[in-house]
């Protein structure tokens, strides 16, 4: 009997999470993490009576022999073993880059806010009704992924898709969304390698390999006290992966601004994509939200110019 499985990026998101859950009861499949999920993710779960998906550390261990990928398709990001794999489908809301596959496949890519808005879509056009779990988890990631609707990422279909979500999953936007989002603030007990890894990507630009992290948070000084402590850790993950730049963003969800801890690499770079200095490691961006569109495309064309 055939088996597919459905999995996001790895150091998975509430998006990357419950688009997995989403999309596998969507196509009959089974979903699974490439990694643990974060504190918000775990309060989505709970409040809406999910258990936490297993944790592979590939593909083959799974005995699947068809693979559907969601909130990704860069390798660097996915299963170490992705490339050994025919992949059946991807749903996503990023640039297409270090992709390809030997036959024909499922790709549906929008410029949305958040996964689960296309998946969203995809229930409504196959005419499939939605369980209210379900929903309240999509709910969770376009949330998430838009920070209440504050992200320059946000689309009229965001929106659109989370007051509907929100109707069959009975709740409040606003009361339910304040709640998750201060959920994945709690930083204190973390430590320096939690902090960099919860939510981290790698992503290739130009001849150089920058690895670039976010945390949320409501008060950007309390993790700038640790500066110290996180730089120590991020020059040991560069020279252990290869990595040419680490970058930290650390934002604030009340005041829609972050600043960023920067090791390693063309500081130059930094300035150029952002017009502005770094100064003590630290570079200030105000309005700035979303790694996905206000950060790293700014820093592939610096990096490619």
């Avoid at 089974?30 to 643990?36: C, K, R």
């Avoid at 775990?42 to 593909?59: T, V, W």
Wanted: glycine share 6%; hydrophobic share 45%.
């Amino acid at each position: 009997m055939s088996k597919t499985i459905v999995f996001g990026h790895q150091n998975p998101d509430t998006d990357t999470i419950t688009a997995a859950i989403s999309l596998a009861h969507l196509i009959g499949a089974e979903p699974v993490a490439l990694g643990a999920t974060n504190e918000e993710t775990q309060y989505a779960l709970k409040e809406f009576g999910h258990a936490e998906l297993p944790i592979i550390k590939n593909i083959a261990e799974t005995g699947a022999d068809s693979v559907w990928l969601v909130d990704h398709n860069e390798a660097q990001q996915s299963a170490a073993d992705i490339k050994d794999f025919d992949v059946a489908g991807v749903v996503d809301h990023h640039r297409i880059a270090n992709f390809e596959t030997a036959n024909p496949l499922f790709y549906r890519a929008e410029p949305v806010g958040c996964t689960n808005t296309i998946i969203h879509k995809l229930y409504v056009e196959r005419g499939v009704e939605i369980p209210a779990n379900i929903a309240g988890l999509m709910l969770s990631a376009i949330i998430s992924d838009t920070l209440l609707f504050k992200s320059p990422t946000t689309t009229e279909e965001d929106i659109k898709a989370a007051h509907a979500l929100a109707a069959i999953a009975n709740v409040n936007i606003e009361l339910y969304g304040l709640e998750l989002l201060k959920a994945g603030t709690n930083l204190a007990a973390k430590t320096e390698s939690e902090l960099l890894n919860s939510d981290v990507k790698s992503f290739p630009m130009g001849d150089q390999t920058i690895r670039i992290g976010q945390v949320n948070t409501v008060s950007i000084p309390e993790v700038l006290d640790r500066k110290a402590a996180l730089i120590a850790e991020m020059e040991k993950e560069n020279a252990a992966n290869g990595f040419d730049q680490f970058i930290l963003i650390i934002t604030d969800i009340l005041e829609s601004n972050s600043e960023a801890i920067v090791v390693g690499g063309d500081t130059s770079k930094i300035e150029s994509a952002f017009n502005t200095p770094v100064n003590a490691d630290v570079v200030v961006l105000p309005g700035v939200v979303s790694r996905k569109k206000q950060v790293v495309p700014q820093l592939t064309d610096a990096y490619n110019a």
